[in-house]
């Protein structure tokens, strides 16, 4: 059988004659040497015993994770760095961190700690509310061994090898890209631009355009629900969650959110249970789209609330209050409800949750350019 190391047979029942002598081992037969030891000592003399093995050597331990801290982001000029949405991808097990006006995008080893910067990315200047501000990459989507990164320096998506950490193809929209997923089942990447209240969705390895859906309000937030065929978003300034069939672009479903005056922001999917996890201002909502769009669970989470993160594995939902300084935690039940599992202070602006494989958040914090790191003890 392959893999298994032949072993010589031994010559039981059979005599081996030497010179001057033949013996016999109860049970085996074989022979001595004709050695003047031998023969001093006869046959049936113990065999010397052998040589000590080398021991094992023991298993390498593993390589403890860096130690818990925020983390310094590079290229900062004294006005911070404008962050929006960060990536944790479990592939490479690597926090990806679109740096805004930096012009890079900063990619954390979440093993070593070790952080390279992928640069070269479009920055511009724009003004909001009579202030000039530095604008660039923003956003990051996992792809199938790529990262798409909407850059609104110049409303390019552009594909990033995950590994290699490579720049690949590049597609240019005519409107600034704000969040960015890509969608699995069409092999296609679902980018809003709600500067002009649409969704963009692109061809997922040329980039190229393929279709434009049109909306009455400003679109927030993005999930993809491959086992309905599915894509939410919110309509933020009308306080509305829309369902959107993958096929056909069409709305099927238009439910009320019930965030209040600010809206609904992020979003993210509990897929086979069908809970759609909505982020307000000041609480987070379940709400029940496997079925009729019914909020079924809310917590209170402070105010300042933007994106949101949730792990499957423990079904827990991860929000951080930037006006409040705090990250709350939020175990699901079976029903959707959302109790407390864990509150943890952070620093006030920090925001935008991802968890990595080992539990520990990361938070952006543009005014200090940092990644504020969390590693809240979840209750049972």
Not at 79 to 103: C, E, K, Q, S
Not at 298 to 315: K, M, R, W
């Amino acid at each position: 059988m392959p893999g298994r190391t032949a072993v010589p047979r031994r010559a039981v029942g059979r005599r081996v004659h030497r010179e001057h002598e033949v013996c016999e081992v109860p049970g085996v037969r074989t022979s001595c040497l004709a050695i003047a030891g031998a023969l001093a000592a006869g046959c049936g003399a113990s065999s010397p015993p052998p040589p000590p093995s080398t021991p094992l050597a023991s298993p390498a331990a593993p390589t403890p994770p860096p130690p818990l801290g925020d983390i310094a982001l590079p290229g900062s000029t004294g006005d911070g760095i404008g962050m929006d949405y960060l990536l944790f991808d479990p592939r490479t097990h690597a926090v990806w961190v679109p740096a805004g006006n930096t012009g890079s995008v900063d990619v954390i080893d979440t093993g070593t700690g070790k952080l390279t910067r992928i640069e070269g990315f479009a920055t511009r200047e724009v003004e909001r509310h009579g202030k000039k501000h530095l604008v660039g990459p923003s956003s990051a989507a996992l792809g199938e061994g790529v990262v798409y990164i909407g850059n609104r320096g110049d409303s390019s998506v552009c594909a990033v090898d995950d590994t290699k950490l490579v720049k690949g193809a590049c597609g240019t929209l005519d409107s600034s890209p704000d969040g960015i997923v890509y969608v699995a089942p069409t092999k296609e990447v679902w980018v809003s631009t709600p500067r002009d209240h649409s969704i963009r969705i692109l061809d997922a390895a040329t980039l190229a355009q393929k279709a434009r859906i049109s909306f009455d309000g400003d679109p927030e937030g993005y999930a993809v629900d491959a086992t309905r065929g599915r894509f939410y978003t919110n309509l933020e300034d009308k306080d509305v969650t829309l369902a959107i069939d993958l096929a056909s672009h069409a709305i099927v479903a238009t439910w009320k959110s019930a965030c209040g005056e600010d809206g609904p922001h992020g979003l993210r999917l509990a897929e086979p249970e069908g809970f759609l996890f909505i982020a307000c201002s000041a609480k987070t909502e379940t709400m029940d789209v496997g079925h009729d769009g019914a909020i079924v669970g809310a917590i209170d989470t402070g105010d300042g609330a933007d994106d949101l993160d949730y792990v499957a594995a423990t079904h827990a939902v991860y929000i951080g209050a930037g006006r409040v300084a705090k990250l709350t935690v939020a175990r699901v039940d079976a029903k959707g409800a959302l109790t407390l599992a864990a509150s943890a202070p952070t620093k006030e602006g920090a925001r935008n949750p991802v968890v990595d494989a080992m539990g520990r958040v990361y938070l952006i914090h543009g005014a200090a350019a940092e990644l504020v790191v969390v590693a809240p003890t979840l209750a049972p």
